[in-house]
């Protein structure tokens, strides 16, 4: 078979399954009742290989990602030495992106390689453990989740697309239709991409209401004076040249993205960082001699806070789906371009990007006055640009 028939790949005709894509390169016609090729179901852990012998867990060598978290965790130590405590967790926010790929390669080439065995040398290679049929209690087809249902523990797992009427009819032909196997056609839900989107309008809502209620509201006793000193800190540390102070603003912005990357941790940073903007603007407004409602107003109405309050949130949201929302299928993880890894840094590295360009306005804005809104002309037909362009990858981005 020169090419596969998924992906248009060039394939020798030794090959099993696609080096790119993962599909199966086997096309016979099994006999009623039988796989005749293993259906393929992945989880974060492993893959399940099903065949017509039973279930073959194929590992994934999982300790890699042990090891290089605590690899992480260790630069990040050794290079945070001398600053704040704060510092370590972007840091390991950071290497762990970085890592991400790597490890996600490293896993694909090793299950393309485990599963393009013959069976036979599957079922005894290292790691390989098999479930018969006879064992399994119950299983489910929904959509693309596999549901498998075993004495001592339940697998759930996600299949292709193309595979689930061959599972069906093995399941249904071996364990019974209706009994110890049901088939649930998936009903219509909302999109990845639409509950990325929500989750990202909530959480930038709320950041917005945090700030406003915070550079609104009375400061509480000892306040007024502690966040007029930071400002005026962060005011004074900024450097001589444009550069220099872009740098400045640019690593400091990255660090709370990073840290809001982090499930959890991350809602929480987001909070606290509005609530001290909205400090922060209050007290500047005071030092300035203007209501803190007119010092709101015109940040609102420059590009640089936009683009700069938009990254946040879109990090928050990324971390979230990294780590519940990343279901796929073995085509998908075999290849870089879908794996869910890769999507991600990839994501973080945009919104990294982001936070660049919020810096370059920043910097700029105060030299040219009221010029700065006509700042808004570029980024809107680069945003404009930009979505034209890569439109349909931002929506395979969450498929």
């Known amino acids: 078979m020169p090419f596969c028939p998924r992906c248009g790949n060039k394939t020798l005709d030794e090959d099993r399954f696609c080096v790119v894509c993962g599909e199966s390169l086997d096309r016979s016609s099994p006999e009623p009742g039988l796989l005749g090729n293993p259906v393929i179901a992945m989880t974060t852990e492993s893959a399940y290989s099903l065949g017509d012998d039973g279930i073959l867990k194929v590992g994934t060598q999982f300790p890699v990602i042990v090891f290089a978290f605590m690899l992480g965790i260790i630069i990040s130590t050794i290079v945070t030495i001398g600053f704040d405590f704060g510092n370590w967790i972007p840091m390991t926010v950071a290497f762990t992106l970085l890592m991400l790929p790597l490890i996600g390669e490293y896993r694909s080439r090793r299950l393309r390689r485990l599963l393009g065995m013959p069976r036979e040398a599957l079922r005894i290679a290292a790691g390989v453990t098999i479930a018969p049929w006879p064992s399994i209690q119950f299983m489910s087809v929904k959509g693309r989740s596999l549901t498998v249902r075993f004495v001592d523990r339940m697998i759930s797992a996600t299949l292709d697309e193309d595979d689930i009427s061959r599972l069906r009819a093995k399941g249904a032909a071996t364990l019974g239709e209706g009994t110890r196997f049901i088939f649930i056609p998936e009903e219509p839900r909302h999109s990845p991409i639409r509950r990325f989107a929500i989750l990202f309008v909530f959480l930038f809502a709320l950041t917005q209401v945090i700030t406003i209620a915070a550079s609104l509201g009375p ?29 400045e603003i640019y690593f400091n912005n990255v660090q709370i993205a990073l840290e809001s990357f982090v499930p959890g941790f991350g809602e929480f940073v987001l909070s606290a960082s509005s609530y001290n903007t909205g400090r922060i603007i209050q007290a500047a407004a005071i030092q300035f001699g203007v209501a803190p409602t007119s010092f709101l107003s015109l940040l609102y109405v420059l590009p640089h806070s936009w683009v700069e309050e938009l990254s946040y949130p879109l990090a928050g949201a990324l971390g979230l789906y990294a780590f519940t929302w990343r279901k796929q299928s073995f085509s998908q993880f075999s290849n870089w371009r879908t794996r869910a890894s890769t999507k991600v840094s990839l994501g973080f590295l945009l919104i990294a990007l982001m936070l660049g360009v919020a810096g370059v306005l920043e910097v700029t804005e105060p030299s040219i006055g009221i010029g700065a809104l006509l700042l808004w002309a570029p980024v809107g037909i680069l945003t404009f640009v930009l979505y034209s362009k890569f439109k349909q990858r931002i929506i395979s981005f969450f498929t």
């Open 219 to 247: 400061f509480f006793p000892g306040e007024q004076a502690r966040y007029t000193t930071l400002y005026n800190s962060v005011k004074g540390s900024l450097g001589p040249t444009p550069f220099q102070e872009w740098g």
